[in-house]
Each structure stands twice: as C-alpha cells, then as structure tokens.
C-alpha cells in the first residue's frame, strides 16, 4: 500500500511544486492521464498528502522552518514586517510554542498611502493539523482591485487575537493616516476589539484569491503563497499601470468605465436647482421598464448625493454629474485623486525582491513548535469548522451541502 502511495506521490511531485494548492479532482485526472486508471478518493488524498510533505514539510517541521524562513523574508525585503507572540517557553526542548504571528509586506505598506483611506479586516479558517484561524486586512487600489495588506496566523479569533492584530496593523501599516476606515464583518470580538459598529462590506472576500487552495497547508506553505501571490498582482497591475500611463489615461480603468457609465444614464435625468451657493438640486431620473421616477438630493459643494454611490466610491454618480452641468462644473475635477493613473502606478511601483535558497538564509533566532493542545485529527475529506462564518467560508460550505444532498439522494 505504502508502495502504492509513493508511487502515486511522484506523479504529483511537479504540479505540487508548482502549485501547492493543488486539488483532489486534479490528482485523480493526473493519475488517470498517467495510468489509465481510477484511483479512489482517500488514495487519492494520502498520496497528495504525502506530495505535500515532500514538497512543503510536514507540520511540525515547517512550523520549525517558519522563523528562518521570515528572517530570510525581511533580510531580502526590508522593512517587511514579521511580528511574534509565544505562548510559552519549554526549557526541556529550547522552543517558543507558536501563539500568533503577524507579517506585511514592506511594498504592500508602501502602495497603502496611495488607496482610499478604507481597510477591510476579516478571518478565515485554516484546514490544518493544529487549529489555526487566519486574519487578514485588505485595501482597495484605484482600479478596484485588493491590495493585501497584512496576514496573521492565531489559534483563535478571540478578542485577545484581533486586538493584537488590529494593534499591529495600525503601528507598522496605518501608522498614524488620520481619517482610515476600518470595515469588518459582524464577529462579535472584532466589534470589541474595535469598539465602534462599521458597514459591513465584502471586500476582504476577494482576498480569497490569494488564499485559494492554501487553507490546508503547512504554515510556512501558506506564507510563501501570499508571498507569490501578493508578487503576482505587483508584477501585473505595475504592467498594466504603465499600460495607462502610455494610452495617456489620466484615470484607471475603473474610474473611466464608472464615470462614463454614469454620464450616460445622466442624460435622461431632470433637474431643479434649488441653492445656488450650495449648488444643491433634485435629480428625476427617468422611468424605464418599471424602473425610474426617483428623485435624489445633490449637494455639490458638500460633494454628496443621497444615493450614496458619490460617498461610496469617490465617482460623482449620474445624478451628481446632471447638477454639474446644470451648474456648469466640471463633474471630472471632482473624481477622487486615488483613481489617477499616477497614484495607481505608485501603489505598485516598489518592487519585491526574490528570496536566496535556504542554504543562504541565517540561522533562526528561536525555535518554534507547535502548540499541541490545539491538534486536530486529519483524515480524507473536509474537517468541521467551529468559527462564524462570512462570505468566505460560504461557497465551500455551499459545495459541501450540494454533495451532501447528492449523497443522500442516491441513497434513497
């Protein structure tokens, strides 16, 4: 069996290294592109399990690994920032017990000061041996798309676990910008830890990206993919800001698809100016299909309108950009500065730089082992979650009660 398994392991060797999140339907279709055969799933499972711990380690010697491999991250990265918080200290072994561990990346921190002055916080779980939970805090750049900011990795979210990482995020990435929103989902001990209620957004959903398949790795696995990953949005949206810069946009993308969207809708609207000193009107829009016949309240020089999408994403909207002309403004000067090309292409302007092999990294610190209170059993197929969950968590659990339900179907 054991012979089986690594044989099947050493199919899996290249893909994994290439990719370690790969999946169990991709491990199934390589062995039967290879073989011809069908391999069952917990087959199927052991083998990728055992390419991982070739490729990534085990967990307990990658959590071993982890401190040198953030030395050698901020020694090629300077000014990236690595935080710890131990539980305790085993004098019989020499080892810190892993509690929490915060990084950012110095690039990251850097592009943050040309965003929107909004940070989405959220949490995610993570399938490994130990219980781990993920934090993770994300901006918006000026074409819409995350910018990660930071990552910790805590045994729990707890309230003590997101005041230390809130703590951090405001010290090494906010660092004193007045005027930042914090926006989080509904988990109570962030609402503690922050002590004010903010809208909730979805915003840190799409941080997933940098994220998917890594959720069940070895913990020094899952930094080196947002490493590679954060790297990745680095090296193409720099591209693409270049790209802009050379078509002449002044705004990006995003910015020139909402502004003209909405300059079209404003065609049809009607307004009545009621204040000329505060150049305030009401806006009709027009009535199609069922829809229209709304009036909305624009005031210019408090630049707001109450349909909130001027508020919301810094775009004077279609009702906003019908007073303009009625008053004779320009709506464009009026687009928030963090969508000019200029600013997208600072965000990304500060390079990563490669780490050197691990033969050139120096010696860790401390060393670093598990907490062994807080092990989970493995076995094949999903492990059980007990954290609250948010969009993140949905369209997993959404494919597991889908399989469920097919289940339970065949066997009726």
């Given at each position: 069996?054991?012979?089986?398994?690594?044989?099947?392991?050493s199919?899996?060797?290249?893909q994994?290294?290439?990719?370690?999140?790969?999946?169990?339907?991709?491990?199934?279709q390589?062995?039967?592109?290879?073989?011809?055969?069908?391999?069952?799933?917990?087959?199927?499972?052991?083998?990728?399990?055992?390419a991982?711990?070739?490729?990534c380690?085990?967990?307990?010697?990658?959590?071993?690994?982890?401190?040198?491999?953030?030395?050698?991250?901020?020694?090629y990265?300077?000014?990236?920032?690595?935080?710890?918080?131990?539980?305790?200290?085993?004098?019989?072994?020499?080892?810190?017990?892993?509690?929490?561990?915060?990084?950012?990346?110095?690039?990251?921190?850097?592009?943050?000061?040309f965003?929107?002055?909004v940070?989405?916080?959220?949490?995610?779980?993570?399938?490994?041996?130990?219980?781990?939970?993920?934090?993770?805090?994300?901006?918006?750049?000026?074409?819409?798309?995350?910018?990660?900011?930071?990552?910790?990795?805590?045994?729990?979210?707890?309230?003590?676990?997101?005041k230390?990482?809130?703590?951090?995020?405001?010290?090494?990435?906010?660092?004193?910008?007045r005027?930042?929103?914090?926006?989080f989902?509904?988990?109570?001990?962030?609402?503690?830890?922050?002590?004010?209620?903010?809208?909730?957004?979805?915003?840190?959903e799409?941080?997933?990206?940098?994220?998917?398949g890594?959720?069940?790795?070895?913990?020094?696995?899952?930094?080196?993919?947002?490493?590679?990953?954060?790297?990745?949005?680095?090296?193409?949206?720099?591209?693409?800001?270049?790209?802009?810069?050379?078509?002449?946009?002044?705004w990006?993308?995003?910015?020139?698809?909402?502004?003209?969207?909405?300059?079209?809708?404003?065609?049809?609207?009607?307004?009545?100016?009621?204040?000329?000193?505060?150049?305030?009107?009401?806006?009709?829009?027009?009535?199609?299909?069922?829809?229209?016949?709304?009036?909305?309240?624009?005031?210019?020089?408090?630049?707001?309108?109450?349909?909130?999408?001027?508020?919301?994403?810094?775009?004077?909207?279609?009702?906003?950009?019908?007073v303009?002309?009625?008053?004779?403004?320009?709506?464009?000067?009026?687009?928030?500065?963090?969508?000019?090309?200029?600013?997208?292409?600072?965000?990304?302007?500060?390079?990563?730089q490669?780490?050197?092999?691990?033969?050139y990294?120096?010696a860790?610190?401390?060393?670093?082992?598990?907490?062994?209170t807080?092990?989970?059993?493995?076995?094949?197929?999903?492990?059980?979650?007990?954290?609250?969950?948010?969009?993140?968590d949905?369209?997993?659990?959404r494919?597991?009660?889908?399989?469920?339900?097919?289940?339970?179907?065949?066997?009726?």
């Amino acid at each position: 069996m054991h012979d089986k398994l690594t044989d099947v392991a050493s199919l899996l060797l290249e893909q994994v290294k290439q990719n370690p999140s790969y999946g169990i339907k991709y491990v199934i279709q390589t062995v039967k592109d290879h073989t011809g055969y069908d391999i069952p799933y917990q087959k199927a499972w052991y083998s990728l399990k055992m390419a991982r711990e070739i490729v990534c380690g085990t967990w307990e010697s990658s959590v071993q690994k982890l401190p040198k491999y953030m030395g050698a991250l901020k020694k090629y990265n300077p000014r990236t920032i690595v935080e710890w918080e131990h539980k305790t200290f085993q004098p019989s072994t020499g080892a810190h017990v892993i509690g929490y561990v915060f990084w950012a990346f110095a690039p990251c921190i850097e592009g943050f000061q040309f965003c929107r002055n909004v940070i989405s916080v959220d949490g995610t779980h993570l399938y490994t041996k130990y219980r781990h939970k993920m934090l993770i805090a994300a901006a918006m750049d000026g074409n819409q798309q995350v910018l990660p900011l930071a990552f910790a990795i805590v045994d729990d979210e707890s309230t003590s676990s997101w005041k230390w990482f809130l703590t951090l995020l405001s010290r090494h990435v906010i660092r004193g910008r007045r005027g930042v929103c914090l926006i989080f989902d509904r988990h109570p001990d962030i609402i503690k830890a922050v002590r004010e209620g903010i809208l909730t957004t979805n915003m840190s959903e799409c941080i997933n990206g940098v994220l998917k398949g890594a959720r069940r790795l070895p913990l020094t696995a899952i930094v080196e993919i947002t490493l590679v990953r954060t790297v990745n949005y680095f090296v193409m949206r720099e591209r693409r800001s270049h790209e802009m810069v050379a078509n002449g946009q002044l705004w990006t993308d995003f910015a020139y698809k909402m502004f003209n969207q909405w300059h079209q809708k404003s065609i049809d609207h009607t307004v009545t100016k009621y204040n000329h000193r505060q150049q305030s009107a009401s806006v009709v829009t027009k009535r199609q299909l069922g829809f229209g016949l709304n009036t909305h309240v624009v005031k210019i020089t408090n630049r707001e309108c109450s349909c909130g999408k001027w508020t919301q994403f810094g775009i004077p909207c279609s009702h906003a950009q019908k007073v303009c002309a009625a008053y004779n403004i320009n709506a464009a000067s009026m687009v928030k500065n963090y969508y000019d090309v200029q600013a997208y292409k600072n965000t990304y302007s500060k390079a990563f730089q490669p780490l050197y092999p691990e033969d050139y990294w120096d010696a860790p610190e401390f060393r670093l082992v598990h907490d062994t209170t807080i092990r989970i059993s493995t076995r094949p197929g999903r492990n059980q979650t007990s954290r609250i969950h948010n969009e993140m968590d949905w369209r997993q659990t959404r494919e597991r009660q889908q399989a469920q339900q097919r289940e339970n179907s065949s066997r009726q």
